[in-house]
């Protein structure tokens, strides 16, 4: 599935990092370039929302009870 959050393809956006939710259905696809995280719907592939990040982030993980995404990025 594309990632395009914008109408327009963002210069120098890359996509670094994935994780899916314990249910499947959302995914959530740091997007280095952009500083963001994009929420998708994994069976549609629409783009719910961003999240803001810190510089470049370029790793996800979600807890267990799936209540909280940690990101990491570049410093």
Excluded: H
């Excluded at 998708?40 to 629409?46: E, K, L, P, S």
């Excluded at 929302?49 to 996800?60: A, C, D, E, Q």
């Amino acid at each position: 599935m594309p990632v395009q959050p914008f109408q327009q393809k963002p210069y120098g956006m890359g996509l670094t990092a994935l994780a899916l939710s314990a249910d499947g259905k959302r995914l959530f696809i740091a997007c280095g370039g952009i500083n963001a995280v994009a929420l998708m719907a994994a069976d549609t592939g629409v783009i719910e929302g961003m999240i803001p990040t810190g510089w470049y982030p370029n790793s996800l993980a979600l807890s267990a009870d799936g209540k909280r995404l940690a990101i990491g990025a570049l410093l």
